[in-house]
């Protein structure tokens, strides 16, 4: 099996076979998952618990389901009203976590690096639903698994990733996962929401939209992280969308048969066009979010099978 990995924190310490490895399990699943009985058992008597410190819905609802779907106990911590707002810090609740004997934590948290401080104090596989600005590996792997599905292949393709870059722990997966595979990747937005450093990441860099999206065969949106801001980086909201937010006239510079994605949620008339983005003809946003499921139902099988060989091996010793 080319996929060994203990965790899977980031897409930076993947190697290609074990990221298309990942996918071809995802294809098994999406499988499962259209099929009238939609169950396995490739994580029955494990547990499952769901570590969510920031707000989140597709995201954990994606986790819960695909857990659930292969036989998993799914437990989800409410978080906000857990320990670590009376001063427990991230250390004393990995610990207490450990006691209880987990199989799997999946785990989203404010702060870039929270998740592997995590993997390094406990004794069971950690999945990273994102951490600060710093990655968010499923959903680069199943955006990869759209892109895969519908153009035939993952490798030799022109793809845009547009909007706020500087901000986007999606955008830095994906930029990762779509260079490892041999893709030529454009960024573009405003140079106020590109990341210093950017001619580093084996990238091209556009300020304008028509210039960078000419020929893609694949366009990804971003939403505006609001959130992660802490300045004026836009004049306003109508001015980005009007430079910046995908329209049909922009998007008539991309390929022909170009796909539109978004990692969700989307803030229409902002960085996309609503009649774009409902319009069945190039958009695979909600193909995004089927594909989430089998992801992560692909992830958590692989890291259960590494995890129960670990115990086996370590038993035997």
Request: glycine share 8%; with cysteine.
């Amino acid at each position: 099996m080319s996929f060994t990995a203990k965790h899977l924190l980031g897409i930076e310490t993947l190697p290609p076979a074990a990221i298309t490895a990942l996918l071809d399990r995802a294809d098994h699943y999406v499988d499962l998952s259209r099929s009238d009985n939609k169950h396995g058992d490739a994580l029955a008597g494990l547990t499952q618990i769901n570590m969510f410190f920031e707000n989140s819905t597709r995201t954990q609802a994606s986790f819960e389901l695909a857990g659930k779907r292969l036989g998993a106990d799914v437990m989800n911590m409410a978080m906000q009203a857990s320990s670590i707002k009376k001063g427990e810090t991230l250390i004393d609740t990995a610990v207490t976590l450990n006691a209880m004997h987990p199989d799997l934590i999946v785990v989203r948290h404010p702060q870039s690096g929270a998740v592997d401080l995590l993997a390094q104090k406990v004794n069971c596989a950690i999945l990273n639903a994102g951490d600060g600005k710093h990655e968010h590996p499923t959903q680069a792997l199943l955006d990869a698994l759209t892109i895969r599905r519908n153009k035939g292949r993952l490798h030799r393709l022109n793809i845009a990733i547009c909007g706020d870059i500087a901000h986007s722990r999606v955008a830095r997966s994906n930029i990762m996962l779509l260079g490892k595979m041999e893709n030529r990747v454009r960024l573009v937005g405003p140079p106020t929401l590109m990341p210093s450093g950017v001619a580093e990441l084996g990238v091209e860099v556009y300020d304008d939209m028509a210039q960078g999206l000419e020929g893609c065969d694949v366009v990804m949106m971003l939403r505006l992280q609001r959130e992660r801001m802490d300045g004026g980086f836009i004049p306003s909201e109508r001015e980005y969308f009007h430079r910046y937010g995908l329209d049909a006239d922009k998007l008539s510079h991309a390929a022909p048969d170009a796909i539109v994605m978004h990692p969700g949620p989307m803030n229409r008339g902002v960085e996309i066009d609503g009649a774009i983005a409902d319009d069945p003809r190039v958009s695979v946003i909600q193909e995004q979010v089927e594909m989430g499921v089998a992801v992560r139902m692909a992830a958590m099988d692989l890291l259960a099978q590494n995890l129960r060989a670990a115990r086996a091996a370590q038993g035997a010793a």
